[in-house]
């Protein structure tokens, strides 16, 4: 099988190209990324040169590129991970969350339809579902949840989610959904909480929580996430959403002082900023229904998991260190010239 991975150099994308690989040789793997300021071709450093591994730049949203793509490689399986993801960043400027999230998935989804692909697998989020309440813990979101998006993020989300059900159910694409809680571990860009917090308090900065960090997040290990991705392809039923929760609820101010408490930094380093507009209040996702239907449970705890990725963090500064500085943004240039050379030699 050919399986195209789009925003394979993002965070979870890159964790699901390594995890492909490694664990099916019998697949090759297509990358497709934009590269733009989240994707990083450095986070595909370990599998580059593998001969059942390629990469292309380009934009889902680019109805011409992609469709040359589809026409030449001859591709079996579609998993979609790229999307704008950073719900700051989709309060300050919605359009381009629009653009890529529910435009380029309709792109994605006409050149399936054109080339007759197998699988499309969409990767969504727990929070097209909105948020629930501090004081009832025993509220989840589950399959059936209603969509309440809080953020312009999340509603592009939600309307990419919507537009793959649509075109199952009106053109027959044999189509899956997972929605995920919040992912945590290597690759992850040092703009979001954990990954944020760990290199701030390395470097002895500031650490910044919004509001009073009550916020309650389900936390899901990336490797767990990929595992359950990779079984919705083998055994998933078309046109059936699943749901990707980790069972590691904390709050945001727990969070940080456990990164500081492992890394031996004081807690006078926490900031109390101005809450985010509209900051949803908590995410849990009950995963039962992935768990009776594919056999599949996080087996990361959380408190292995974060000592996992601090020492991943703590191992690969300068793989961090090259994004705080924005020199990973040469990084694709030095890889092309790498390609180029290896093409000649061969």
Same mark, same amino acid.
């Given at each position: 099988?050919?399986?195209?991975?789009?925003?394979?150099?993002?965070?979870?994308?890159?964790?699901?190209?390594?995890?492909?690989?490694?664990?099916?040789?019998?697949?090759?793997?297509?990358?497709?990324?934009?590269?733009?300021?989240?994707?990083?071709?450095?986070?595909?450093?370990?599998?580059?040169?593998?001969?059942?591994?390629?990469?292309?730049?380009?934009?889902?949203?680019?109805?011409?590129?992609?469709?040359?793509?589809?026409?030449?490689?001859?591709?079996?399986?579609?998993?979609?991970?790229?999307?704008?993801?950073?719900?700051?960043?989709?309060?300050?400027?919605?359009?381009?969350?629009?653009?890529?999230?529910?435009?380029?998935?309709?792109?994605?989804?006409?050149?399936?339809?054109?080339?007759? %692909?197998?699988?499309?697998?969409? !990767?969504?989020?727990?929070?097209?579902?909105? #948020? *629930?309440? &501090?004081? +009832?813990?025993?509220?989840?979101?589950?399959?059936?949840?209603?969509?309440?998006?809080?953020?312009?993020?999340?509603?592009?989300?939600?309307?990419?989610?919507?537009?793959?059900?649509?075109?199952?159910?009106?053109?027959?694409?044999?189509?899956?959904?997972?929605?995920?809680?919040?992912?945590?571990?290597?690759?992850?860009?040092?703009?979001?909480?954990?990954?944020?917090?760990?290199?701030?308090?390395?470097?002895?900065?500031?650490?910044?929580?919004?509001?009073?960090?009550?916020? %309650?997040?389900?936390?899901?290990? !990336?490797?767990?996430?990929?595992?359950?991705? #990779? *079984?919705? &392809?083998? +055994?998933?039923?078309?046109?059936?959403?699943?749901?990707?929760?980790?069972?590691?609820?904390?709050?945001?101010?727990?969070?940080?002082?456990?990164?500081?408490?492992?890394?031996?930094?004081?807690?006078?380093?926490?900031?109390?900023?101005?809450?985010?507009?509209?900051?949803?209040?908590?995410?849990?996702?009950?995963?039962?229904?992935?768990?009776?239907?594919?056999?599949?449970?996080?087996?990361?705890?959380?408190?292995?998991?974060?000592?996992?990725?601090?020492?991943?963090?703590?191992?690969?500064?300068?793989?961090?260190?090259?994004?705080?500085?924005?020199?990973?943004?040469?990084?694709?240039?030095?890889?092309?010239?790498?390609?180029?050379?290896?093409?000649?030699?061969?």
């Amino acid at each position: 099988m050919k399986i195209l991975v789009t925003g394979g150099a993002g965070f979870i994308g890159g964790n699901f190209v390594q995890h492909m690989l490694h664990n099916h040789p019998e697949h090759s793997i297509l990358c497709i990324d934009a590269l733009t300021y989240a994707g990083n071709i450095e986070t595909l450093a370990t599998v580059i040169d593998n001969t059942r591994f390629k990469f292309i730049k380009a934009d889902i949203s680019d109805r011409e590129l992609i469709y040359q793509v589809f026409e030449k490689e001859s591709l079996d399986i579609v998993v979609n991970f790229a999307a704008e993801s950073h719900v700051d960043r989709s309060i300050e400027n919605p359009q381009i969350f629009l653009q890529t999230n529910v435009m380029g998935t309709q792109v994605l989804l006409d050149a399936c339809r054109n080339y007759g %692909i197998k699988r499309y697998h969409q !990767v969504s989020t727990d929070e097209v579902y909105g #948020d *629930l309440p &501090l004081d +009832n813990p025993n509220l989840f979101f589950t399959e059936t949840s209603s969509l309440h998006a809080s953020s312009p993020y999340a509603a592009s989300k939600a309307a990419a989610d919507l537009l793959c059900g649509a075109y199952q159910r009106t053109y027959g694409l044999p189509i899956t959904i997972s929605r995920c809680s919040n992912n945590y571990g290597p690759y992850q860009f040092p703009e979001k909480l954990i990954p944020l917090m760990i290199t701030n308090a390395v470097a002895e900065k500031e650490l910044p929580v919004y509001g009073n960090g009550e916020n %309650i997040r389900d936390w899901l290990y !990336v490797e767990d996430h990929c595992i359950a991705i #990779d *079984l919705i &392809l083998q +055994n998933g039923e078309i046109g059936q959403v699943y749901n990707i929760g980790g069972h590691n609820e904390m709050r945001n101010i727990d969070i940080v002082k456990i990164i500081l408490s492992i890394l031996g930094k004081p807690e006078t380093l926490i900031t109390y900023v101005k809450d985010r507009k509209g900051h949803d209040l908590r995410y849990a996702i009950d995963p039962t229904f992935i768990h009776d239907q594919l056999g599949w449970l996080p087996t990361t705890k959380f408190e292995q998991g974060i000592q996992k990725t601090i020492s991943w963090y703590l191992n690969n500064s300068k793989w961090w260190k090259n994004i705080l500085d924005g020199s990973y943004q040469k990084s694709y240039e030095t890889y092309m010239s790498y390609m180029k050379k290896t093409v000649r030699k061969a």
